[in-house]
């Protein structure tokens, strides 16, 4: 089957424009609560190179939660696999702010993908040095990634959050007293929160992702990772990308996805598409509502879940 996928695109903005419940758009962070939730976005890179495009795919938005993806794939170029001596890899179960594991299981947060984890991940990044140059390294990398130097951070997000991430704060102190936060806690979330305050638009994220599609290669020639590491960041993206509803996400999309409180998700089909979709309005769980139900609507078309049988 070769899905139309241009005329898929423009069905699922039309289902998504009419759609009446949006869902809630996070209000936890004042700044995002300001964003108009009837906006959405779908970019789809290929692997043969096409880009398809639909609704406000060029309108920035707050990655948030989706840059924990590129600090993992920066922190694993720094230290390796010794990275999983200070963070799981199994799905938490829990909200992404969740703090209850931690003193259980001594300060080693699940996974990378819920904050605690990409804390960990954000000092494993800052290294020794100031957070600026741990964030500039970023920026460096989604640009590269995506092809696109104009991608930048929104500091009035960064500024929100750094006034009110209380609860960030009490996790990133909390690991900090078992020793797995390492620098002082201001400098690791100085860095954490402007990762997550990086702006990018459905095109540019969709571009950004195709290394993970590719085996790990930048469509340009440049290897950014190996094949057995972007398979094992895919791994984690499909089990933990969507905090305690990877499960529901995997059965109803069945893609490895990461989801940002800005109402982003960027999808992985292996050998196939990047694609990046954005509706500001969340579920319960703090996943886009509307995004998850285009990369449903998306998956059932195309057979894209990674558990469907290839044609044969
Ligand atoms: N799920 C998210 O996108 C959370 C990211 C957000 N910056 C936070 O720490 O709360």
Same mark, same amino acid.
Request: charged fraction near 15%; proline fraction near 4%; hydrophobic fraction near 45%.
């Given at each position: 089957?070769?899905?139309?996928?241009?005329?898929?695109?423009?069905?699922?903005?039309?289902?998504?424009?009419?759609?009446?419940?949006?869902?809630?758009?996070?209000?936890?962070?004042?700044?995002?609560?300001?964003?108009?939730?009837?906006?959405?976005?779908?970019?789809?890179?290929?692997?043969?190179?096409?880009?398809?495009?639909?609704?406000?795919?060029?309108?920035?938005?707050?990655?948030?939660?989706?840059? !924990?993806?590129?600090?993992?794939?920066?922190?694993?170029? !720094?230290?390796?696999?010794?990275?999983?001596?200070?963070?799981?890899?199994?799905?938490?179960?829990?909200?992404?702010?969740?703090?209850?594991?931690?003193?259980?299981?001594?300060?080693?947060?699940?996974?990378?993908?819920?904050?605690?984890?990409? #804390?960990?991940?954000?000092?494993?990044?800052?290294?020794?040095?100031?957070?600026?140059?741990?964030?500039?390294?970023?920026?460096?990398?989604?640009?590269?990634?995506?092809?696109?130097?104009?991608?930048?951070?929104?500091?009035?997000?960064?500024?929100?959050?750094?006034?009110?991430?209380?609860?960030?704060?009490?996790?990133?102190?909390?690991?900090?007293?078992?020793?797995?936060?390492?620098?002082?806690?201001?400098?690791?979330?100085?860095?954490? *929160?402007?990762?997550?305050?990086?702006?990018?638009?459905?095109?540019?994220?969709?571009?950004?992702?195709?290394?993970?599609?590719?085996?790990?290669?930048?469509?340009?020639?440049?290897?950014?990772?190996?094949?057995?590491?972007?398979?094992?960041?895919?791994?984690?993206?499909?089990?933990?990308?969507?905090?305690?509803?990877?499960?529901?996400?995997?059965?109803?999309?069945? #893609?490895?996805? !990461?989801?940002?409180?800005?109402?982003?998700?960027?999808?992985?089909?292996?050998?196939?598409?990047?694609?990046?979709?954005?509706?500001?309005?969340?579920?319960?769980?703090?996943?886009?509502?509307?995004?998850?139900?285009?990369?449903?609507?998306?998956?059932?078309?195309?057979?894209?879940?990674? *558990?469907?049988?290839?044609?044969?």
């Amino acid at each position: 089957m070769t899905p139309d996928l241009s005329a898929l695109v423009d069905s699922i903005v039309a289902r998504m424009g009419a759609a009446e419940d949006r869902g809630q758009v996070a209000s936890y962070i004042p700044e995002l609560a300001k964003v108009d939730p009837a906006q959405f976005g779908i970019a789809i890179a290929t692997a043969d190179g096409r880009m398809l495009t639909g609704g406000d795919a060029d309108t920035s938005f707050s990655i948030q939660s989706i840059s !924990k993806v590129f600090a993992l794939t920066l922190a694993l170029g !720094k230290v390796g696999d010794q990275l999983w001596q200070r963070v799981g890899r199994e799905p938490s179960g829990n909200a992404f702010n969740s703090i209850v594991q931690l003193e259980q299981e001594h300060g080693i947060p699940r996974n990378p993908f819920i904050n605690a984890g990409a #804390i960990v991940v954000a000092d494993v990044n800052l290294g020794g040095h100031q957070p600026r140059v741990a964030i500039g390294e970023m920026l460096r990398f989604v640009r590269y990634l995506s092809g696109d130097d104009s991608i930048a951070i929104n500091e009035d997000v960064a500024a929100s959050e750094t006034t009110t991430g209380f609860r960030n704060m009490a996790l990133a102190n909390y690991m900090r007293a078992f020793g797995n936060v390492r620098h002082p806690v201001d400098l690791v979330l100085g860095t954490y *929160f402007h990762q997550c305050a990086i702006e990018m638009s459905c095109r540019q994220l969709a571009l950004a992702g195709r290394y993970l599609m590719l085996d790990g290669r930048h469509p340009d020639g440049g290897r950014v990772v190996s094949p057995g590491r972007a398979r094992r960041i895919n791994a984690l993206m499909l089990t933990c990308g969507h905090y305690d509803a990877s499960g529901d996400f995997a059965f109803r999309v069945g #893609i490895p996805g !990461k989801s940002g409180v800005g109402g982003g998700i960027l999808a992985i089909v292996p050998g196939r598409a990047a694609i990046a979709v954005w509706c500001p309005g969340l579920n319960d769980n703090g996943n886009s509502m509307l995004g998850t139900q285009a990369l449903q609507m998306l998956a059932e078309a195309t057979g894209w879940s990674v *558990f469907s049988a290839p044609e044969f």
